[in-house]
């Protein structure tokens, strides 16, 4: 056992540093890319590979796309196997990586806390995108050539090649903007960054692109207008070279995605975003036509990757499912319980995208899972609380259901679970938990996975853990009626070292018994739906692709990909030898079109293999399952078992916010000098500045000296969805 560790962690290690000079290597390319040197060299290295088999636009994949797929597929397998490695290790030390995710800046909406890795990442993207400019624009002022066609003067070239150099930088842009909204394809796994916290990465390189984007355009645009030719440049379609009408139409389509995608659209006309952000389609096949094949080489790693995220969701969510129960609770939100596979392991605070077709056939919404993989081996669960529209929808629906008495089952469809590859919060002893309203969902999982390790022999669990959990009203504390046995049967349980500090904000009363509460709390409603077992939305929730098939499909796309290009360049491009110095060149929409038609043959090849090796592991009974299993009756009452004791230690204080700095002080002093504290918070942002204030605070006095705090506080912001 020892020695397969130890071979584990040297094969991991090795893996790392492969990666990490693969990244470097290609930010080293993007680096010297604009340098004259780069460029005479590589004209000399597309001359070379023009005359070879594979041709230059395999170069250019070969040295801008290659290295990110290669680092993708390579994590997928670190992943893979650092999660099982973690499994059966015990509690492992602070890491250098975990210090640069701690908090070190508030910043103002929509920005939010920033940590350490995430400023010096933003400051180097900025200092890249000032070098690239630079350079560009100060070889271009050396070589300007006069404009035959628009007659432009010296200063207006310059503010032409000014414009061009811009839409440079949007390219650059480009680059990263879909890598982190992957969810099965993510990239960012492997840095410890899920898909819930990458998505505000997605937010801001969207608001460069839409920028950048804007100021490439209207500063080309203003020229034209100068010279009274305007609409006759838009809507030119150059055979060869730059097409502007497709540049104008991406423009406008990036500025429409971007409108919609603002907050106060995107949650009062949720459908009006989810619609917009599928123009996505739109802005890449334009982009394409007005740039060329050449130039969206350089970004096509992510779309590669972003197209086949798209396709293992739409193959593992094309088969819907049936509810097994709902639980309707008195705080306006819903307990969904849903059947899986065996197979299907989850850790805590993952979340699950759900669809429910009787409401919106096309809205997909993510929701956290509330329950552990280790307690419930044949349902998953996960809670909903309405905000808006489509969870008000749902939450209606089933209450009809309730109240008409009726049972007919609701089909929905499922992505997921997305999650963290490893358990984090068994990396501490001590453990404090703090939410706020519906962030109490992530946290769930938590304590029902720490409820479920009772019996194993190497208990890497925390030994002290504190929940802060913080409502506007009392019947808001009903989402604590879903762990409520755990809590009033926690004597003998890894929960009996929990202590609940609850705070009522918006209302006043008399103080209530922990243990009366909490028993009034866990009264809820309850209705088993039936299944049908002919239906064809019957079964468990399909199993998704493992981190090794991720990896196998994503070499495998590529290679698909650059064989259809090279071999449709070959047979419809009949390269002649060059027997003139005037030679005839293709025009441009034919190599773009080879990029679509190589794509569609990856993409097709990559469904099939996917489909088949789906329908060869159901065959072998590793697939999705049909045995359910009923939980509760219909329209039941969840009543607690016998108070075992042990709720008296819990806090319930009415009229009234915790002082979230003192209390983390408090847990500070009272913990043993040396050991780690985990601090997850999940809730309004008004609670994450609160802690991160208070860290930030801490590391300061710290560094000046000011006294050394006896443990080390590790603080992790949690995205929670609802």
Avoid at 618 to 638: I, N, P, R, V, Y
Wanted: overall charge positive; glycine content about 6%.
């Amino acid at each position: 056992m020892a020695t397969n560790t130890a071979t584990t962690t040297l094969f991991l290690l090795l893996l790392k540093l492969l990666m990490a000079v693969l990244l470097a290597v290609w930010a080293c390319i993007w680096i010297i890319r604009p340098t004259q040197s780069w460029k005479r060299s590589w004209h000399i290295a597309e001359d070379r590979a023009n005359t070879a088999f594979i041709g230059d636009y395999s170069l250019t994949l070969l040295v801008y796309c290659l290295p990110v797929l290669a680092v993708a597929a390579m994590s997928y397998v670190c992943l893979h196997f650092t999660a099982k490695k973690e499994s059966s290790s015990s509690r492992k030390r602070r890491s250098l990586m975990r210090s640069f995710k701690n908090p070190v800046a508030i910043m103002r909406n929509p920005i939010g806390i920033v940590s350490v890795a995430e400023l010096l990442i933003a400051a180097l993207f900025i200092v890249f995108l000032a070098w690239t400019y630079y350079s560009n624009v100060s070889s271009d002022f050396k070589k300007m050539t006069p404009n035959k066609s628009l007659k432009l003067n010296r200063w207006q070239l310059k503010m032409m090649r000014v414009g061009v150099r811009i839409g440079s930088l949007s390219e650059a842009c480009l680059v990263m903007l879909l890598l982190p909204v992957l969810r099965r394809m993510a990239v960012f796994r492997v840095f410890g960054v899920e898909f819930e916290s990458a998505v505000r990465y997605h937010i801001w390189i969207g608001n460069g692109l839409v920028l950048l984007s804007l100021l490439h355009g209207i500063s080309i645009m203003f020229l034209w207008a100068v010279k009274g030719r305007l609409l006759k440049e838009i809507i030119k379609w150059q055979s060869v070279g730059r097409v502007n009408i497709a540049g104008a139409i991406t423009l406008a389509t990036g500025v429409i995605i971007w409108i919609t995608s603002l907050p106060q659209i995107r949650r009062k006309q949720f459908q009006l975003f989810y619609s917009a952000h599928h123009l996505y389609i739109v802005f890449f096949f334009f982009f394409l036509m007005h740039a060329g094949d050449r130039h969206f080489f350089l970004v096509f790693a992510g779309v590669l990757l972003f197209g086949l995220d798209k396709l293992l969701r739409i193959i593992q969510s094309r088969r819907e499912t049936l509810l097994v129960s709902a639980s309707i609770l008195p705080c306006m939100a819903i307990n969904l319980t849903l059947p899986k596979h065996l197979c299907m392991r989850y850790t805590p605070t993952s979340i699950i995208f759900i669809k429910v077709p009787s409401i919106s056939k096309y809205q997909w919404h993510p929701f956290s899972i509330t329950s552990s993989s280790n307690m419930d081996n044949s349902e998953i669960s996960l809670l909903i609380k309405c905000h808006g529209q489509w969870t008000t929808d749902l939450y209606n629906l089933l209450s009809s259901t309730v109240d008409a008495d009726r049972r007919n089952n609701i089909p929905v469809a499922i992505e997921g679970p997305y999650g963290p590859s490893t358990i984090t919060y068994q990396r501490y002893k001590s453990l404090v938990l703090i939410a706020g309203g519906s962030g109490i969902s992530p946290f769930l999982s938590i304590l029902q996975d720490i409820a479920s390790r009772t019996n194993e022999m190497n208990k890497n669990i925390p030994t002290k853990i504190t929940l802060i959990y913080t409502v506007k009203k009392i019947q808001d504390l009903s989402m604590l009626a879903l762990i409520s046995p755990l809590l009033l049967n926690n004597q003998s349980s890894e929960l009996s070292n929990l202590q609940l500090k609850l705070f009522v904000t918006q209302e006043v009363g008399p103080p209530v018994a922990a243990e009366k509460m909490l028993q009034d709390l866990s009264q809820v409603k309850t209705i088993t739906f039936k299944n049908n077992a002919s239906s064809k939305s019957s079964g468990a929730l399909p199993v998704p692709e493992g981190l090794l098939w991720r990896a196998v499909i994503t070499a495998l796309s590529f290679v698909v990909f650059l064989a259809s290009l090279v071999f449709l360049s070959h047979v419809f491009l009949h390269q002649e030898k060059e027997s003139s110095k005037e030679e005839k060149k293709s025009p441009s929409w034919v190599g773009d079109l080879f990029v679509i038609c190589s794509f569609a043959v990856a993409a097709s090849c990559c469904t099939m293999v996917t489909i088949v090796a789906r329908w060869r592991r159901k065959s072998l009974g590793e697939g999705e399952g049909e045995g359910l299993s009923h939980k509760h009756g219909l329209c039941a009452e969840m009543v607690p078992a016998k108070v075992q004791g042990g709720v008296e230690k819990h806090e319930v204080k009415f009229g009234c916010r915790p002082d979230l700095a003192e209390m983390l002080c408090e847990i500070s002093l009272g913990t043993e000098e040396g050991s780690e504290v985990g601090v997850f918070v999940c809730g309004p942002t008004s609670m994450q500045k609160s802690v991160a204030s208070f860290f930030t605070s801490c590391k300061k006095r710290s560094r000046q000296g000011e006294g050394k705090p006896k443990c080390s506080l590790d603080v992790h912001f949690i995205s929670f969805s609802l």
